[in-house]
T-cell receptor, first 116, second 115 residues
Framework: AQSVAQPEDQVNVAEGNPLTVKCTYS??????LFWYVQYPNRGLQFLLK??????LVKGSYGFEAEFNKSQTSFHLKKPSALVSDSALYFC??????????????FGAGTRLAVHP | DTGVSQDPRHKITKRGQNVTFRCDPI?????LYWYRQTLGQGPEFLTY????????KSRLLSNRFSAERPKGSFSTLEIQRTEQGDSAMYLC?????????????FGEGSWLTVV
């Protein structure tokens, strides 16, 4: 079965510093990886995805993510954090196998807190 | 695109009552999904439609839950005889089609509180 792990419940970073939110996955076959952000009492907003090709994916609001097949990771990064980036971040995966084709499987989420 | 629209955004109901949520997907998206999210957890898949056909249901979708998409456009999710454990945010999402690389776009969610 496919799964996603976000090992950190919360990440704290100072404004202006680089941030990383970690994600590892487990699937059969090639993964299709996604990052979403959720602000309080709101739905999920799509940030970026990895389908194939370049391992470094750029997305919305200055975020990027690096796909690492050997480490089965897809960490979210931003060179300079803003206070407004404070939110809940979810990593998700789809795959061609293990019943994962037709749905996203999400991690438990990581709360990002950016301090002024 | 006006985005995925959900109604109502918040619903408080007494245990044992029935509730219904409506979802309007992005225009011309033929895939529609329902997810459930509880506090401190990631969204969990409930079911999805390809046009009007409901093609997969999670084991989370007990027989008190029913979802429809009668004309392949909007969808409803009904919960009968609500229980306190049903309290959660119900998220609707849509995508242009079955391609595994398609982005799935989510609505703002419908919060359900069962008292």
């Amino acid at each position: 079965a496919q799964s996603v792990a976000q090992p950190e419940d919360q990440v704290n970073v100072a404004e202006g510093n680089p941030l990383t939110v970690k994600c590892t996955y487990s699937v059969s076959g090639n993964p299709y990886l996604f990052w979403y952000v959720q602000y309080p009492n709101r739905g999920l907003q799509f940030l970026l995805k990895y389908i194939t090709g370049d391992n470094l994916v750029k997305g919305s609001y200055g975020f990027e993510a690096e796909f690492n097949k050997s480490q089965t990771s897809f960490h979210l990064k931003k060179p300079s954090a803003l206070v407004s980036d404070s939110a809940l971040y979810f990593c998700a995966v789809r795959s061609l196998f293990s019943g994962g084709y037709n749905k996203l499987i999400f991690g438990a989420g990581t709360r990002l807190a950016v301090h002024p | 695109d006006t985005g995925v629209s959900q109604d109502p955004r918040h619903k408080i109901t007494k245990r044992g009552q029935n509730v219904t949520f409506r979802c309007d997907p992005i225009s011309e998206h033929n895939r529609l999904y329902w997810y459930r999210q509880t506090l401190g957890q990631g969204p969990e898949f409930l079911t999805y439609f390809q046009n009007e056909a409901q093609l997969e249901k999670s084991r989370l979708l007990s027989n008190r839950f029913s979802a429809e998409r009668p004309k392949g456009s909007f969808s409803t999710l009904e919960i009968q005889r609500t229980e306190q454990g049903d309290s959660a945010m119900y998220l609707c999402a849509s995508s242009p089609g079955p391609d595994i690389g398609n982005t799935i776009y989510f609505g703002e969610g419908s919060w359900l509180t069962v008292v």
